[in-house]
C-alpha cells in the first residue's frame, strides 16, 4: 500500500485568491469601461445640445428677417402684355390637360385580351397617340368602338397595324391609334384663365 500524500502548503487557497483578484480586475476593467462611455455619451448630447441651440438661433434669425421684409415687394403685380398673356394662357391649359378624365375614359372601354402599351399628347398638344396590343383584330375593334363613344376619341384613326414577336412563338397585333383633341378654350386678349 503506498501512503497517500495530503498538502497542506494552502495551494488552494492561493489559487482561490488568485481568481479572486482576477475578478476585481474584470469588474475594475468594466467600470473604466462604463465611466468612459457615460463620459463619451455626455461628451456628444452636450455638443449635440449646442448645434440645436445653433439652429434654433439660425432659424430665429431668418424668421425675423423674414417678418421684417416689406410685403409690398415681395408682392410685386406682375404686368403682362396681351402676347404674354396669351402665352401664359395657352401654357397653362396645356398644363390643366385632362389626363385623369382621358385615363378613366380609356380604362372603362378596355376589353379583355387588349392592353395600353403607351399614350401620349402628340405635337403641339394637337392630338393624343396611343398604342394597344391585341391577340388579333377581333379584340381590338370592340375597344376602339367603345372609345369612340367619348367625345374626345370620336374621331380616332389607325395610323398604324404591326404583327409583335412577344417572344416563345407568341405573336400580338400591335395598332397605333390618334385622335385629334378639342382647342384648348380661347381666352380673350390680356387676360389668364383661371
Same mark, same amino acid.
Given at each position: 500500500?503506498?501512503?497517500?500524500?495530503?498538502?497542506?502548503?494552502?495551494?488552494?487557497?492561493? +489559487?482561490?485568491?488568485?481568481?479572486?483578484?482576477?475578478?476585481?480586475?474584470?469588474?475594475? =476593467?468594466?467600470?473604466?469601461?462604463?465611466?468612459?462611455?457615460?463620459?463619451?455619451?455626455?461628451? @456628444?448630447?452636450?455638443?449635440? =445640445?449646442?448645434?440645436?441651440?445653433? @439652429?434654433?438661433?439660425?432659424?430665429?434669425?431668418?424668421?425675423?428677417?423674414? &417678418?421684417?421684409?416689406?410685403?409690398?415687394?415681395?408682392?410685386?403685380?406682375?404686368?403682362?402684355?396681351?402676347?404674354?398673356? #396669351?402665352?401664359?394662357?395657352?401654357?397653362?391649359?396645356?398644363?390643366?390637360?385632362?389626363?385623369?378624365?382621358?385615363?378613366?375614359? +380609356?380604362?372603362?372601354? +378596355?376589353?379583355?385580351?387588349?392592353?395600353?402599351?403607351?399614350? #401620349?399628347?402628340?405635337?403641339?398638344?394637337?392630338?393624343?397617340?396611343?398604342?394597344?396590343?391585341?391577340?388579333?383584330? &377581333?379584340?381590338?375593334?370592340?375597344?376602339? &368602338?367603345?372609345?369612340?363613344?367619348?367625345?374626345?376619341?370620336?374621331?380616332?384613326?389607325?395610323?398604324?397595324?404591326?404583327? @409583335?414577336?412577344?417572344?416563345?412563338?407568341?405573336?400580338?397585333?400591335?395598332?397605333?391609334?390618334?385622335?385629334?383633341?378639342?382647342?384648348?378654350?380661347?381666352?380673350?386678349?390680356? #387676360? @389668364?384663365?383661371?
Amino acid at each position: 500500500m503506498t501512503p497517500t500524500r495530503i498538502d497542506f502548503s494552502g495551494r488552494s487557497r492561493a +489559487l482561490a485568491l488568485d481568481s479572486h483578484r482576477t475578478a476585481h480586475r474584470i469588474a475594475a =476593467a468594466f467600470l473604466v469601461i462604463g465611466v468612459v462611455m457615460l463620459a463619451s455619451g455626455a461628451a @456628444v448630447a452636450w455638443r449635440l =445640445a449646442q448645434r440645436t441651440a445653433q @439652429v434654433n438661433d439660425t432659424v430665429a434669425r431668418l424668421q425675423a428677417a423674414r &417678418d421684417a421684409a416689406d410685403p409690398a415687394a415681395t408682392a410685386q403685380a406682375v404686368q403682362l402684355s396681351p402676347d404674354d398673356a #396669351e402665352l401664359v394662357a395657352g401654357a397653362v391649359a396645356g398644363l390643366n390637360y385632362p389626363w385623369a378624365n382621358i385615363m378613366s375614359n +380609356l380604362e372603362r372601354s +378596355l376589353t379583355p385580351g387588349v392592353s395600353m402599351i403607351s399614350i #401620349e399628347l402628340g405635337v403641339a398638344r394637337q392630338s393624343v397617340k396611343m398604342v394597344i396590343d391585341a391577340p388579333d383584330i &377581333d379584340h381590338a375593334i370592340p375597344y376602339v &368602338d367603345g372609345i369612340r363613344h367619348d367625345p374626345m376619341f370620336a374621331q380616332i384613326t389607325l395610323v398604324k397595324q404591326e404583327v @409583335v414577336n412577344l417572344g416563345d412563338n407568341v405573336t400580338a397585333m400591335r395598332f397605333t391609334l390618334e385622335a385629334p383633341t378639342a382647342a384648348p378654350a380661347a381666352t380673350p386678349r390680356g #387676360e @389668364v384663365a383661371r
